[in-house]
């Protein structure tokens, strides 16, 4: 039997047609540099994302002291956490599974060894560019897709020279069967190229500015079609291919069940792509969205699952080894944590359960069950196997990894359970009334009661990334001893072009012969969802009823605009006022649908660290010029216990109005119905505008020229709610 043949699955094992009948055996040679290179690359950007998370969580505890304005503000900072952790961490980690397993599952090297080394310095020169744009604040505003129109052509054409050299290399392997792991991998390679390009499509204002074609419920539809399945095909199906491959190496038993793999893959690619919309439940999205949203993520818990039991059962008989081997310890917490997201991933899609649950840390906590239970323990299972094998060595330090997998484990539990009770509480809070009928508390003592939370957050953190810095010592430690084998030989003999069907052969078998269908049809069944939820509300004009007193923001509101999306305002308020009494006292009227129509991107936020500002122009919300000028200048002056960081440097920075006439006409270009010619006059109005507030602020003693950015933020959130008329809104 063929050392990777351990992992086929027990009706795979031994089978007549796992071997080659014909054809001589040939000897070539495992390319490990690739591999090396992203271990490391995996190793120092997880220290380095990890350790921005933890400077965040802090800036919550510390917010005057850490939030060091403009560059590391909360609002600049969180994104580029985010990315780091997903794309330099975790891709980096995917990228070094899959050129270790691929190449050992195919018996064939990589197609393409300068192919490799371009996907490499491309992926790592893409993480530098997010590290420098996003705290300069050059950013789209959409979640996990903040990076500018450059970086996203960027991000396009390293995936295709990824792509290209993996199904290059699928095709001239030399083992006939696809294992599990390869139809992971192809079935990330398409959906992950998919989402990127669908919802990147924008029109630059200039080098590193660009609006959204999509505006509104459009664009939050496509945003968060993109958004689940960024976390469903880079997060979840590559990571389920790894585990097919690697947890089964570490424990030296066959995968479960081939069957149940099969059901696996098939329903979870299938299922997944339609969950998109359980991420805007009671906002304005059409109800019918809402709906399949929520059946098709409630219906995910049973291939997750599935996929989770073939994982744990494959360790069946081996149980006592998991005691003794750190690497088994870190994969089956890493499966354990991905069939609790799982499970509680359809629960919060559920209307009664996310009526609790969103805009709350409760999100938070159940992202990081995923992030750090899920895709860094099994990392990190991975490379402490992987490291050890191409360097041909023992690992450094046995206690320090099982130091690393406890720390890591209780930086977990100190993560996530404050996350879960502090969502919980903030849920109570804002819902709660008093006997006459009144709002119990006000927004800022939610937020001043969470504080401790945050606190014991930042601990788990700390715990957390403690962990991580040990691993790279210790791996760092381990490699120093030893030299690499970069070219590693083997032997396998040549792929038969004749193929005999074997008796009693899995009808699936064909499949697996056949790549190129594999690729297609795998492409076909994540369309469907995408398509049958997108056309109708693009096409069908009554999902979207416009509102006839819903203008275009003027350009002053629009540079405003521009800044708020800059400085991650949305990171922290939502502008989506669902149709709950509890909301509705506290912010105005609900949420309509024709209210976002010029929005380019949408801003409906994911999270309430501060509260909605969908009407915070209008109404009983409505505050001066004044009381925006010294909030934004020393938040804590005006309330007490916030957290949110100062943006002082708005009043001195002056506005770029020579992009308004570009701002314009990308604008006009998206659909937005500004007069033909107005690129050309639109500063004489920004100016009379930025003129009215500056003297509203001279009236109290505030004397600013009309051309600094506090005043385009300022007019922006003064236009907020603005066009609604709570009690004649109607839809035209």
Not at 80 to 104: E, K, P
Not at 336 to 342: L, R, S
Not at 377 to 390: A, N
Not at 681 to 702: F, G
Request: glycine share 6%.
């Amino acid at each position: 039997m063929q050392p990777d043949q351990i992992i086929q699955g027990r009706e795979a094992v031994g089978t007549p047609h796992q071997h080659h009948s014909v054809g001589k055996r040939e000897t070539f040679y495992y390319d490990n540099k690739i591999v090396r290179n992203f271990a490391y690359a995996t190793i120092i950007w997880g220290v380095v994302g990890m350790l921005a998370g933890l400077w965040v969580a802090l800036q919550l505890v510390f917010p005057k002291t850490l939030n060091l304005q403009p560059y590391f503000n909360f609002g600049r900072l969180r994104p580029l956490h985010t990315n780091a952790v997903i794309f330099a961490f975790v891709g980096n980690g995917i990228f070094m599974g899959y050129y270790y397993s691929i190449q050992r599952l195919l018996k064939t090297r990589m197609w393409s060894d300068a192919m490799s080394k371009i996907h490499f310095w491309g992926w790592q020169l893409i993480i530098v560019a997010a590290a420098l744009t996003l705290p300069l604040g050059f950013t789209s505003g959409k979640e996990y897709a903040e990076l500018e129109w450059p970086i996203d052509i960027a991000i396009t054409v390293v995936w295709v020279v990824f792509g290209w050299n993996m199904f290059a290399t699928i095709l001239k392997r030399r083992e006939r069967h696809l294992y599990v792991a390869i139809w992971f991998y192809i079935a990330t390679f398409v959906t992950v190229a998919v989402l990127h390009i669908v919802n990147s499509i924008e029109v630059p204002v200039s080098f590193l500015k660009s609006y959204p074609v999509y505006a509104g419920v459009q664009d939050a539809l496509v945003q968060w079609w993109y958004g689940h399945n960024a976390v469903a095909f880079f997060l979840t199906t590559p990571y389920l291919g790894l585990m097919y491959y690697f947890l089964p190496k570490a424990a030296n038993r066959p995968v479960f069940s081939y069957k149940l793999s099969i059901i696996h893959f098939w329903s979870l690619i299938f299922i997944y792509i339609w969950a998109g919309p359980h991420h805007l439940l009671y906002t304005a999205l059409p109800n019918w969205a809402q709906s399949l949203g929520i059946v098709f993520s409630f219906t995910l818990i049973f291939p997750s699952w599935g996929g989770m039991i073939n994982g744990l059962l494959t360790l069946r008989g081996a149980w006592d080894k998991v005691r003794e081997d750190v690497i088994l310890k870190f994969m089956v917490v890493a499966v354990t944590a991905y069939g609790m997201a799982t499970f509680e991933g359809p629960m919060m899609s559920l209307k009664s359960i996310n009526a609790i649950s969103h805009f709350t840390d409760w999100t938070i906590a159940h992202v990081h069950v995923g992030g750090l239970g899920w895709n860094a323990m099994l990392t990190f299972g991975i490379l402490y196997w992987l490291v050890p094998k191409i360097f041909r060595t023992e690992l450094h330090s046995k206690k320090l990894a099982n130091f690393h997998f406890w720390i890591a484990t209780l930086g977990i539990l100190f993560y996530a359970i404050p996350m879960y009770w502090a969502g919980l509480m903030q849920a109570s809070m804002w819902k709660e009334f008093t006997p006459s009928g009144q709002l119990k508390y006000s927004f800022l003592d939610t937020v001043t009661f969470m504080k401790p939370y945050y606190a014991v957050r930042s601990f788990g953190g700390a715990l957390f990334v403690t962990g991580a810095i040990v691993m790279m010592y210790n791996l760092f430690r381990t490699v120093r001893k030893a030299n690499l084998l970069a070219d590693e030989k083997a032997e396998a003999p040549s792929l038969a072009k004749e193929y005999t069907k074997h008796t009693g052969e899995h009808w699936h078998r064909w499949i697996e012969r056949k790549p190129t269908p594999l690729l297609v049809m795998t492409l076909i069944v994540i369309l469907i969802g995408g398509a049958v939820e997108m056309i109708p509300t693009f096409m069908v004009k009554s999902n979207i009823p416009t509102i006839a007193s819903v203008k275009p923001y003027t350009p002053l509101e629009l540079h405003g605009r521009d800044m708020y999306v800059r400085e991650g305002c949305n990171t922290c308020h939502s502008q989506m006022i669902r149709p709950f009494r509890s909301e509705t006292e506290r912010y105005g009227e609900y949420s309509k649908a024709g209210e976002f129509v010029f929005d380019h991107p949408f801003l409906w936020g994911s999270k309430r660290t501060g509260p909605d500002l969908s009407r915070e122009g209008a109404g009983n919300n409505k505050k001066s010029d004044t009381w925006h000028f010294n909030h934004m200048d020393d938040p804590q002056s005006l309330s007490t216990g916030s957290v949110m960081p100062a943006y002082s440097f708005l009043i001195d920075n002056v506005i770029d109005t020579a992009s308004t006439g570009a701002k314009i006409r990308a604008m006009q270009a998206v659909g937005v119905s500004y007069p033909a010619g107005y690129d050309m006059i639109a500063n004489q109005d920004l100016v009379k505008q930025a003129n009215q507030i500056t003297a509203n602020l001279h009236k109290d003693s505030i004397n600013v020229p009309s051309n600094r950015e506090i005043i385009a933020i300022i007019a922006y959130l003064q236009r907020l709610g603005k066009d609604i008329d709570n009690n004649k809104a109607q839809p035209k």
